[in-house]
């Protein structure tokens, strides 16, 4: 919504921006964004709340409660 297009491409093991995120490359994927905005435009709060909706292991999801 930030950007107006897709952190990744498909929820699939070979889209290589999805492949980042389920293996808590964050950092690699964050980079990855910030190449192709020409900047880093995000800042850490958003990244820390992306990270936490989209967290590959369900236990490590943000929650309501």
Do not use: C
Not at 11 to 20: F, G, Q, V
Not at 33 to 55: Q, T, V
């Amino acid at each position: 919504m930030l950007t107006q297009r897709p952190p990744f491409n498909a929820a699939d093991p070979n889209d290589p921006h999805y492949k980042l995120i389920a293996g808590k490359r964050a950092d690699l994927f964050w980079q990855a964004h910030e190449e192709a905005e020409g900047e880093d435009i995000y800042s850490e709060e958003f990244k820390n709340l992306f990270e936490g909706m989209l967290a590959f292991n369900p236990k490590e999801r943000l929650t309501v409660s």
